[in-house]
Protein backbone atom coordinates (compact mmCIF):
# COMPACT_ATOMS: atom_id res chain seq x y z
CA UNK A 1 0.00 0.00 0.00
CA UNK A 2 1.45 3.00 -1.05
CA UNK A 3 1.68 6.09 1.72
CA UNK A 4 -1.09 8.16 0.20
CA UNK A 5 -3.63 4.88 0.47
CA UNK A 6 -1.95 4.26 4.33
CA UNK A 7 -2.52 8.07 4.98
CA UNK A 8 -6.30 7.64 3.35
CA UNK A 9 -6.90 4.58 5.32
CA UNK A 10 -6.18 6.30 8.67
CA UNK A 11 -8.89 8.76 7.71
CA UNK A 12 -11.43 7.08 6.89
CA UNK A 13 -14.44 6.53 9.66
CA UNK A 14 -14.00 3.97 11.86
CA UNK A 15 -10.76 3.88 14.53
CA UNK A 16 -9.30 7.44 14.46
CA UNK A 17 -12.13 8.84 12.40
CA UNK A 18 -14.26 12.22 13.30
CA UNK A 19 -17.45 10.27 13.78
CA UNK A 20 -15.94 8.95 17.07
CA UNK A 21 -15.88 12.53 18.39
CA UNK A 22 -19.71 13.18 18.37
CA UNK A 23 -21.49 13.42 21.35
CA UNK A 24 -22.83 9.75 20.84
CA UNK A 25 -19.40 8.38 20.74
CA UNK A 26 -19.23 5.14 22.87
CA UNK A 27 -18.55 6.12 26.30
CA UNK A 28 -14.75 5.67 27.64
CA UNK A 29 -13.12 3.99 31.36
CA UNK A 30 -13.85 5.94 34.13
CA UNK A 31 -11.75 4.09 37.38
CA UNK A 32 -13.44 4.80 40.79
CA UNK A 33 -11.05 3.36 42.79
CA UNK A 34 -6.89 4.21 42.34
CA UNK A 35 -6.32 0.60 43.69
CA UNK A 36 -7.80 -0.48 40.14
CA UNK A 37 -5.89 1.41 38.25
CA UNK A 38 -2.42 1.03 36.36
CA UNK A 39 -0.25 3.58 34.84
CA UNK A 40 2.64 1.86 32.42
CA UNK A 41 4.62 4.19 30.29
CA UNK A 42 6.01 1.24 27.16
CA UNK A 43 10.07 2.42 26.55
CA UNK A 44 12.39 0.89 23.75
CA UNK A 45 13.95 1.96 20.54
CA UNK A 46 11.93 2.71 16.94
CA UNK A 47 10.61 -1.11 15.56
CA UNK A 48 11.31 -3.01 19.09
CA UNK A 49 7.53 -3.75 18.63
CA UNK A 50 5.63 -1.31 21.31
CA UNK A 51 2.47 -0.32 18.68
CA UNK A 52 1.67 -3.63 18.05
CA UNK A 53 2.13 -5.00 21.27
CA UNK A 54 -0.62 -2.77 22.18
CA UNK A 55 -2.88 -4.12 19.27
CA UNK A 56 -2.19 -7.27 20.95
CA UNK A 57 -3.19 -6.30 24.22
CA UNK A 58 -6.07 -4.92 23.19
CA UNK A 59 -7.59 -7.61 20.69
CA UNK A 60 -7.04 -10.07 23.52
CA UNK A 61 -9.09 -7.80 25.81
CA UNK A 62 -11.99 -7.05 23.09
CA UNK A 63 -10.94 -3.55 22.70
CA UNK A 64 -10.96 -3.86 19.24
CA UNK A 65 -12.40 -6.15 16.22
CA UNK A 66 -9.07 -7.08 14.72
CA UNK A 67 -5.46 -6.23 15.21
CA UNK A 68 -4.21 -3.04 13.27
CA UNK A 69 -1.17 -2.57 11.00
CA UNK A 70 1.70 -0.13 11.00
CA UNK A 71 1.89 -0.68 7.07
CA UNK A 72 -1.61 0.71 6.79
CA UNK A 73 -2.10 3.28 9.06
CA UNK A 74 -4.38 1.60 11.18
CA UNK A 75 -3.06 0.87 14.51
CA UNK A 76 -4.67 2.59 17.78
CA UNK A 77 -1.67 4.71 19.04
CA UNK A 78 0.05 5.78 15.91
CA UNK A 79 -3.02 7.77 13.94
CA UNK A 80 -0.74 10.56 13.77
CA UNK A 81 -0.49 11.80 9.85
CA UNK A 82 3.18 11.94 10.36
CA UNK A 83 3.41 8.93 11.96
CA UNK A 84 1.33 7.26 9.81
CA UNK A 85 3.84 8.43 6.98
CA UNK A 86 7.19 7.56 8.54
CA UNK A 87 5.54 3.90 9.99
CA UNK A 88 6.78 4.38 13.48
CA UNK A 89 5.40 6.23 16.60
CA UNK A 90 6.65 9.89 16.89
CA UNK A 91 4.24 10.96 19.79
CA UNK A 92 2.97 10.12 23.09
CA UNK A 93 -0.62 7.90 23.31
CA UNK A 94 -2.32 6.98 25.88
CA UNK A 95 -4.45 3.83 25.25
CA UNK A 96 -6.50 2.72 28.24
CA UNK A 97 -7.78 -1.04 28.64
CA UNK A 98 -9.44 -2.98 31.19
CA UNK A 99 -8.65 -6.24 32.64
CA UNK A 100 -10.44 -8.00 34.87
CA UNK A 101 -11.60 -5.09 36.87
CA UNK A 102 -8.17 -2.89 36.62
CA UNK A 103 -7.93 -0.08 34.39
CA UNK A 104 -4.39 0.13 32.63
CA UNK A 105 -3.16 2.85 30.94
CA UNK A 106 -0.80 2.41 28.60
CA UNK A 107 1.54 5.09 27.34
CA UNK A 108 2.84 4.23 24.03
CA UNK A 109 5.91 6.20 23.63
CA UNK A 110 8.29 7.03 20.41
CA UNK A 111 11.46 5.07 19.98
CA UNK A 112 13.45 7.73 18.49
CA UNK A 113 16.03 10.37 20.47
CA UNK A 114 14.72 12.89 18.59
CA UNK A 115 11.32 12.69 20.24
CA UNK A 116 12.65 11.76 23.93
CA UNK A 117 10.33 15.00 25.06
CA UNK A 118 7.19 13.03 24.19
CA UNK A 119 9.16 9.74 26.15
CA UNK A 120 10.01 11.69 29.35
CA UNK A 121 6.40 12.84 29.13
CA UNK A 122 4.97 9.42 29.21
CA UNK A 123 7.26 8.40 32.13
CA UNK A 124 5.83 11.65 34.10
CA UNK A 125 2.52 10.27 33.65
CA UNK A 126 3.20 6.92 34.59
CA UNK A 127 4.03 4.79 37.78
CA UNK A 128 6.09 1.85 35.83
CA UNK A 129 7.91 1.04 32.87
CA UNK A 130 7.19 -1.56 30.59
CA UNK A 131 10.49 -2.12 28.24
CA UNK A 132 10.36 -3.54 25.11
CA UNK A 133 12.92 -5.76 23.34
CA UNK A 134 12.79 -6.73 20.03
CA UNK A 135 14.41 -10.50 19.87
CA UNK A 136 15.46 -9.81 16.52
CA UNK A 137 17.57 -6.44 17.13
CA UNK A 138 18.52 -6.42 20.51
CA UNK A 139 18.73 -3.53 22.65
CA UNK A 140 20.71 -0.20 22.02
CA UNK A 141 22.66 2.89 24.17
CA UNK A 142 19.14 4.53 23.78
CA UNK A 143 16.95 1.83 26.02
CA UNK A 144 20.19 1.50 28.35
CA UNK A 145 20.55 4.92 29.07
CA UNK A 146 16.40 5.21 29.93
CA UNK A 147 16.62 2.03 32.05
CA UNK A 148 18.87 3.91 34.07
CA UNK A 149 17.02 6.62 34.59
CA UNK A 150 14.24 5.01 35.41
CA UNK A 151 16.37 3.39 37.95
CA UNK A 152 17.44 6.61 39.70
CA UNK A 153 13.39 7.49 39.90
CA UNK A 154 13.12 4.26 41.54
CA UNK A 155 10.81 3.36 39.05
CA UNK A 156 9.34 -0.48 38.84
CA UNK A 157 10.40 -2.19 35.22
CA UNK A 158 9.77 -5.37 33.53
CA UNK A 159 10.99 -6.24 30.38
CA UNK A 160 9.17 -7.80 27.57
CA UNK A 161 10.69 -9.72 25.03
CA UNK A 162 9.06 -9.65 21.39
CA UNK A 163 9.12 -10.58 17.83
CA UNK A 164 9.29 -14.14 18.77
CA UNK A 165 7.27 -15.25 15.85
CA UNK A 166 10.54 -13.63 13.51
CA UNK A 167 12.59 -15.96 11.68
CA UNK A 168 15.61 -14.65 12.88
CA UNK A 169 14.83 -13.84 16.67
CA UNK A 170 17.17 -14.84 18.96
CA UNK A 171 15.55 -14.93 22.82
CA UNK A 172 17.95 -16.87 24.67
CA UNK A 173 20.67 -13.97 22.88
CA UNK A 174 18.48 -11.00 24.00
CA UNK A 175 18.11 -12.37 27.70
CA UNK A 176 21.78 -12.36 28.20
CA UNK A 177 22.13 -9.18 26.57
CA UNK A 178 19.22 -7.28 29.29
CA UNK A 179 20.59 -8.96 31.88
CA UNK A 180 24.02 -7.81 30.98
CA UNK A 181 22.98 -4.24 30.32
CA UNK A 182 19.75 -3.87 33.66
CA UNK A 183 21.46 -5.94 35.92
CA UNK A 184 21.07 -9.61 37.24
CA UNK A 185 17.51 -8.78 38.94
CA UNK A 186 16.51 -9.24 35.48
CA UNK A 187 15.18 -12.90 35.12
CA UNK A 188 12.81 -14.47 32.81
CA UNK A 189 9.13 -15.86 34.58
CA UNK A 190 8.35 -17.64 31.40
CA UNK A 191 10.87 -19.94 28.66
CA UNK A 192 9.67 -20.05 25.20
CA UNK A 193 8.66 -23.90 24.34
CA UNK A 194 9.32 -24.48 20.49
CA UNK A 195 7.74 -27.08 18.47
CA UNK A 196 9.38 -27.55 15.01
CA UNK A 197 11.27 -24.76 15.05
CA UNK A 198 8.56 -22.52 16.04
CA UNK A 199 7.80 -20.64 19.37
CA UNK A 200 4.14 -22.64 19.92
CA UNK A 201 3.89 -21.59 23.95
CA UNK A 202 5.44 -20.31 27.38
CA UNK A 203 6.71 -22.64 29.98
CA UNK A 204 5.74 -20.87 33.31
CA UNK A 205 8.84 -21.78 35.97
CA UNK A 206 6.97 -21.38 38.98
CA UNK A 207 3.98 -22.62 38.10
CA UNK A 208 4.99 -25.42 35.94
CA UNK A 209 2.48 -25.24 33.35
CA UNK A 210 2.78 -24.46 29.73
CA UNK A 211 0.26 -22.13 27.93
CA UNK A 212 -0.07 -23.49 24.67
CA UNK A 213 -0.50 -20.89 21.83
CA UNK A 214 0.00 -23.31 18.82
CA UNK A 215 -3.51 -22.22 17.52
CA UNK A 216 -2.75 -18.92 17.38
CA UNK A 217 -4.99 -17.36 19.81
CA UNK A 218 -4.72 -14.91 23.19
CA UNK A 219 -6.37 -17.08 24.65
CA UNK A 220 -4.06 -20.21 24.94
CA UNK A 221 -5.12 -23.53 26.29
CA UNK A 222 -2.93 -25.01 28.92
CA UNK A 223 -1.33 -27.98 30.00
CA UNK A 224 1.04 -29.61 32.80
CA UNK A 225 4.86 -29.65 31.77
CA UNK A 226 6.60 -33.03 30.39
CA UNK A 227 9.87 -34.38 32.05
CA UNK A 228 11.83 -33.28 28.87
CA UNK A 229 11.07 -29.67 29.05
CA UNK A 230 10.82 -29.49 32.98
CA UNK A 231 14.66 -30.92 32.73
CA UNK A 232 15.31 -28.37 30.03
CA UNK A 233 13.78 -25.55 32.65
CA UNK A 234 15.45 -26.76 36.02
CA UNK A 235 18.44 -24.12 35.47
CA UNK A 236 16.19 -21.42 34.98
CA UNK A 237 13.24 -22.14 37.13
CA UNK A 238 16.62 -22.77 40.60
CA UNK A 239 17.70 -18.97 39.11
CA UNK A 240 14.20 -16.91 39.41
CA UNK A 241 13.54 -18.40 42.85
CA UNK A 242 17.00 -17.62 44.18
CA UNK A 243 16.55 -14.18 42.65
CA UNK A 244 12.77 -13.90 44.22
CA UNK A 245 14.18 -15.67 47.48
CA UNK A 246 16.68 -12.70 47.53
CA UNK A 247 14.59 -10.12 47.74
CA UNK A 248 12.26 -11.77 49.81
CA UNK A 249 11.33 -9.83 53.44
CA UNK A 250 11.60 -13.30 55.34
CA UNK A 251 15.55 -13.96 55.99
CA UNK A 252 14.74 -17.28 56.90
CA UNK A 253 13.37 -18.63 53.49
CA UNK A 254 16.75 -18.95 51.64
CA UNK A 255 18.05 -21.02 54.11
CA UNK A 256 14.63 -23.12 53.84
CA UNK A 257 15.43 -23.16 50.45
CA UNK A 258 19.24 -24.75 50.24
CA UNK A 259 17.96 -26.85 52.76
CA UNK A 260 15.91 -28.55 50.41
CA UNK A 261 12.54 -27.22 51.31
CA UNK A 262 9.91 -26.89 48.23
CA UNK A 263 8.76 -22.92 48.68
CA UNK A 264 5.37 -22.90 48.16
CA UNK A 265 4.17 -21.37 45.07
CA UNK A 266 1.93 -18.69 46.52
CA UNK A 267 4.76 -18.03 48.96
CA UNK A 268 7.01 -17.11 46.20
CA UNK A 269 4.39 -15.41 43.89
CA UNK A 270 3.64 -12.86 46.62
CA UNK A 271 6.89 -12.31 47.15
CA UNK A 272 7.43 -11.91 43.46
CA UNK A 273 4.59 -9.44 43.43
CA UNK A 274 5.95 -7.32 46.38
CA UNK A 275 9.32 -7.13 44.83
CA UNK A 276 8.27 -5.98 41.62
CA UNK A 277 6.28 -3.36 43.01
CA UNK A 278 9.22 -1.85 44.67
CA UNK A 279 11.55 -1.92 41.86
CA UNK A 280 13.71 -4.23 43.39
CA UNK A 281 12.99 -7.29 40.63
CA UNK A 282 12.42 -6.92 36.85
CA UNK A 283 10.58 -9.68 35.54
CA UNK A 284 10.84 -11.09 31.83
CA UNK A 285 8.35 -11.75 29.89
CA UNK A 286 8.87 -13.33 26.09
CA UNK A 287 5.98 -12.45 23.89
CA UNK A 288 4.68 -12.25 19.70
CA UNK A 289 2.10 -9.62 18.89
CA UNK A 290 1.57 -11.76 15.54
CA UNK A 291 0.54 -14.85 17.26
CA UNK A 292 -0.87 -13.65 20.54
CA UNK A 293 2.37 -15.76 22.11
CA UNK A 294 2.73 -13.95 26.16
CA UNK A 295 -0.24 -11.78 26.14
CA UNK A 296 -2.07 -13.16 29.10
CA UNK A 297 1.27 -13.64 31.16
CA UNK A 298 2.08 -10.02 30.31
CA UNK A 299 -1.22 -8.78 30.98
CA UNK A 300 -0.79 -10.80 34.41
CA UNK A 301 2.49 -9.00 35.37
CA UNK A 302 1.17 -5.77 34.38
CA UNK A 303 -1.74 -5.70 36.86
CA UNK A 304 -0.78 -8.01 39.72
CA UNK A 305 2.93 -7.13 39.63
CA UNK A 306 2.75 -2.96 39.29
CA UNK A 307 1.89 -0.79 41.70
CA UNK A 308 -1.26 0.82 42.04
CA UNK A 309 -0.79 4.84 42.22
CA UNK A 310 -1.55 4.74 45.87
CA UNK A 311 1.90 3.04 46.14
CA UNK A 312 3.33 5.24 43.77
CA UNK A 313 4.98 8.72 44.66
CA UNK A 314 3.29 11.81 44.59
CA UNK A 315 4.52 15.61 44.40
CA UNK A 316 6.38 17.82 46.27
CA UNK A 317 3.88 20.12 47.44
CA UNK A 318 4.52 24.43 49.34
CA UNK A 319 2.18 26.76 50.07
CA UNK A 320 2.04 29.66 48.01
CA UNK A 321 5.08 31.21 49.74
CA UNK A 322 7.12 28.05 49.30
CA UNK A 323 7.09 26.64 52.66
CA UNK A 324 6.79 22.94 52.85
CA UNK A 325 2.92 22.05 52.45
CA UNK A 326 0.87 18.82 53.39
CA UNK A 327 2.06 16.15 52.06
CA UNK A 328 -0.62 14.74 49.37
CA UNK A 329 -2.63 11.51 49.08
CA UNK A 330 -3.76 9.62 46.05
CA UNK A 331 -7.67 9.62 47.36
CA UNK A 332 -10.10 10.47 45.39
CA UNK A 333 -11.97 13.09 48.21
CA UNK A 334 -8.78 14.44 48.51
CA UNK A 335 -7.91 18.51 47.27
CA UNK A 336 -7.32 18.67 43.86
CA UNK A 337 -3.91 18.37 42.37
CA UNK A 338 -3.66 17.20 38.31
CA UNK A 339 -0.92 18.26 35.83
CA UNK A 340 -1.32 18.10 32.24
CA UNK A 341 1.56 15.84 30.49
CA UNK A 342 1.08 16.74 26.87
CA UNK A 343 -1.20 19.21 24.67
CA UNK A 344 -1.76 18.82 21.59
CA UNK A 345 -4.38 20.58 18.90
CA UNK A 346 -7.39 18.63 17.87
CA UNK A 347 -9.09 19.71 14.37
CA UNK A 348 -12.86 19.32 16.18
CA UNK A 349 -12.22 20.09 19.84
CA UNK A 350 -9.30 22.44 19.75
CA UNK A 351 -6.55 22.23 22.69
CA UNK A 352 -6.62 18.88 24.14
CA UNK A 353 -4.64 18.51 27.43
CA UNK A 354 -3.40 15.18 28.33
CA UNK A 355 -3.47 15.08 32.44
CA UNK A 356 -2.42 12.95 35.34
CA UNK A 357 -4.84 13.49 38.30
CA UNK A 358 -2.34 13.05 41.79
CA UNK A 359 -5.05 13.88 44.16
CA UNK A 360 -8.97 14.77 44.24
CA UNK A 361 -11.35 14.04 41.30
CA UNK A 362 -11.57 15.94 38.41
CA UNK A 363 -15.57 16.12 37.23
CA UNK A 364 -16.69 18.10 34.18
CA UNK A 365 -18.92 21.31 34.53
CA UNK A 366 -17.09 22.40 37.35
CA UNK A 367 -14.31 25.28 37.85
CA UNK A 368 -10.05 25.02 38.30
CA UNK A 369 -7.23 27.56 38.56
CA UNK A 370 -5.05 26.84 35.86
CA UNK A 371 -1.49 28.37 37.15
CA UNK A 372 2.03 28.32 36.11
CA UNK A 373 4.91 30.08 36.69
CA UNK A 374 8.71 29.67 36.52
CA UNK A 375 9.24 28.90 33.13
CA UNK A 376 9.38 31.48 30.98
CA UNK A 377 12.62 30.51 29.47
CA UNK A 378 11.24 27.34 27.72
CA UNK A 379 8.61 29.81 25.62
CA UNK A 380 5.84 29.44 28.86
CA UNK A 381 4.99 32.75 30.11
CA UNK A 382 3.47 32.77 33.38
CA UNK A 383 -0.34 32.85 33.61
CA UNK A 384 -2.91 32.10 36.17
CA UNK A 385 -6.37 31.84 35.73
CA UNK A 386 -9.87 30.23 36.72
CA UNK A 387 -11.47 27.94 34.05
CA UNK A 388 -14.67 26.01 33.72
CA UNK A 389 -13.92 21.97 32.84
CA UNK A 390 -16.77 21.51 30.15
CA UNK A 391 -15.97 17.79 29.03
CA UNK A 392 -13.67 14.90 30.01
CA UNK A 393 -12.92 11.94 28.14
CA UNK A 394 -11.02 8.89 28.15
CA UNK A 395 -8.56 8.80 25.01
CA UNK A 396 -8.41 5.41 22.89
CA UNK A 397 -5.26 6.53 21.00
CA UNK A 398 -6.80 9.49 18.67
CA UNK A 399 -10.54 8.49 19.96
CA UNK A 400 -11.91 10.98 22.59
CA UNK A 401 -14.55 9.40 24.66
CA UNK A 402 -16.97 10.76 26.91
CA UNK A 403 -15.86 10.21 31.08
CA UNK A 404 -18.07 12.01 33.97
CA UNK A 405 -14.68 11.95 36.44
CA UNK A 406 -11.33 11.37 36.46
CA UNK A 407 -9.93 9.92 40.33
CA UNK A 408 -6.84 10.11 41.55
CA UNK A 409 -4.16 8.04 39.90
CA UNK A 410 -6.02 7.77 36.57
CA UNK A 411 -5.17 9.71 33.67
CA UNK A 412 -7.79 11.70 31.16
CA UNK A 413 -7.94 14.30 28.59
CA UNK A 414 -9.59 17.58 29.32
CA UNK A 415 -10.87 19.85 26.51
CA UNK A 416 -11.25 23.62 25.32
CA UNK A 417 -8.76 25.09 27.84
CA UNK A 418 -7.81 28.24 26.69
CA UNK A 419 -4.31 28.96 29.27
CA UNK A 420 -3.68 25.16 29.95
CA UNK A 421 0.31 24.08 28.91
CA UNK A 422 2.44 21.00 29.19
CA UNK A 423 3.46 21.29 32.98
CA UNK A 424 0.36 23.25 33.84
CA UNK A 425 -0.86 22.23 37.24
CA UNK A 426 -4.58 22.52 38.19
CA UNK A 427 -5.99 22.85 41.59
CA UNK A 428 -9.04 24.31 43.14
CA UNK A 429 -10.08 27.96 43.13
CA UNK A 430 -9.66 28.28 46.93
CA UNK A 431 -6.60 25.66 47.11
CA UNK A 432 -3.10 27.12 49.23
CA UNK A 433 -1.42 24.75 47.74
CA UNK A 434 1.83 24.31 45.25
CA UNK A 435 3.35 22.07 42.97
CA UNK A 436 5.80 21.90 41.57
CA UNK A 437 7.61 24.17 44.12
CA UNK A 438 8.01 27.70 42.86
CA UNK A 439 5.34 27.30 40.44
CA UNK A 440 2.85 29.40 41.63
CA UNK A 441 1.86 32.93 42.67
CA UNK A 442 0.40 33.77 45.85
CA UNK A 443 -3.32 35.18 45.06
Known amino acids: MSVKAAKDTARTPGRGGPEVRRADAPHGIAATDPEQVRNVSLVGHSGAGKTLLIEAMLAARGMITRKGSIAEGTTVSDSDPSAVRQQRSVTLSLVPLLVDGTKVNLL ?7 FIGELRAGLRAADAALFVVSAVDGIDATTTALWGECESLGMPRAVVITRLDHPRADYDGVLAACQQAFGDAVLPLYVPVRSGGVT ?11 SD ?8 GSREVDAGERAASEAARGQLIEGIIAESEDETLMDRYLGGEDIDT ?4 ADLETAVARGSFFPVVPSSAVTGLGTAELLE ?16 VTDLAGAPGAALACDPDGPLAAEVVRTT ?9 LTR ?8 DTPVHVGGHG ?3 RGHQDHDTDERITHLYSPLGPNLRPVAHCVAGDICAVAKLGSAETGTPFRRRTSRSCWPPGRCRSR
Do not use: H, K, M, Q
Open 108 to 114: DTPGYPD
Open 200 to 210: SGLLGLLTGTV
Open 213 to 220: YSAGEAAA
Open 266 to 269: DVLI
Open 301 to 316: VLTRGFPSPAEGGLPE
Open 345 to 353: IDPFLGRVC
Open 357 to 364: VFSGTLRA
Open 375 to 377: LAD
